[in-house]
């Protein structure tokens, strides 16, 4: 049997919302079989538990956010990619402010937070979510034309393009394609960082995005060049981010979603409405398990993820 998967003892770190700009504490702690990630909003009294679902995610500005009941954790999908990538079904998110860490950019600082805790499997099957035909939102026209697809596909594999006409950019290789059954997450895709332009920062700050941004988390750039003294760390980036951030919005679904997963210039939103759209439709979709491991998806075996 494809077991579930929990972590083996309680992790924690501190570091600052990307948005607020505010002081972080963050632990990450086992879970029984079944119970999903959930997040906890451990400052307010009492808590308030918010499991994650696509049907949980409010705001789409800038980053992800789940709500429930008047309170809300921002910027999930960065631990939620990290989670995604190492196996993780069962997990308690305790977070004492509105927004979880941007610690580097990436799902790096997660990955190793994760690692540190180590990983145990549980007594139960792992369920998935295996998309059965193809399922795709757009948005705009032209230039403006965004658009989001799943399709049936027996593992999982993301290929994204993304086009913002930007030198540092262009330089870089902008249509990526990620299979976890050849590519492990860790080295494939956790340590690309988030990334935006010096001339957004004052209008988002208005709006009170980004203000916690920095060269330390983030990649910045002017009008022609990449900020960063040491620069990329690959040529792929960009577009490895944009994956890394798809993995972590898909993973919201609250299951493993055994599809192939292709985009163009999509974001959080789009990726929500992606899912709202799976759920909406029944035949698009079947909820498994497998009671033999080695009838799995390569993607989801245990070595395919260390």
């Not at 501190?14 to 451990?42: C, M, N, Q, W, Y």
């Not at 059954?181 to 340590?191: K, L």
């Amino acid at each position: 049997m494809l077991k579930q998967r929990t972590l083996k003892r309680a992790a924690r770190t501190v570091g600052i919302g990307l948005h607020s700009g505010t002081k972080v504490e963050l632990v990450l702690r086992p879970a029984a079989a079944d119970t999903g990630i959930v997040f906890r909003r451990v400052d307010l009294e009492p808590p308030v538990d918010i499991p994650a679902g696509a049907l949980a995610v409010g705001d789409t500005r800038m980053a992800s956010t789940v709500e429930r009941d008047g309170a809300r954790v921002a910027t999930v999908e960065h631990l939620m990619s990290a989670l995604a990538g190492l196996g993780i079904d069962n997990c308690y998110v305790d977070v004492d402010a509105p927004e979880i860490p941007i610690m580097d950019g990436s799902a790096a600082s997660f990955v190793f937070l994760l690692q540190s805790a180590g990983i145990e499997e549980q007594n139960a099957p792992k369920r998935f979510i295996r998309v059965l035909k193809p399922v795709e939102v757009r948005e705009g026209e032209g230039k403006q034309l965004k658009w989001a697809r799943l399709s049936p596909h027996f593992g999982f594999k993301l290929r994204f393009a993304i086009a913002f006409d930007h030198p540092a950019i262009d330089a870089t290789e902008q249509d990526v394609e990620v299979d976890l059954a050849r590519e492990p997450y860790v080295t494939a895709v956790a340590r690309a960082r988030t990334f935006g332009f010096v001339n957004e920062v004052e209008a988002l700050r208005a709006a009170g995005l980004a203000l916690g941004g920095n060269l330390e988390n983030a990649i910045v750039m002017d009008e022609y060049r990449v900020l960063n003294v040491d620069g990329l760390r690959s040529g792929d980036e960009f577009a490895k981010h944009k994956i890394l951030d798809a993995i972590g919005d898909l993973y919201l679904l609250g299951k493993p979603l055994i599809a192939a997963y292709s985009a163009y210039r999509s974001g959080h939103a789009l990726n929500n409405q992606l899912l709202r759209a799976l759920l909406a439709d029944p035949s698009a979709y079947e909820v498994t398990s497998f009671a033999d491991e080695r009838q799995a998806p390569e993607a989801f075996r245990l070595p395919a993820l260390a």
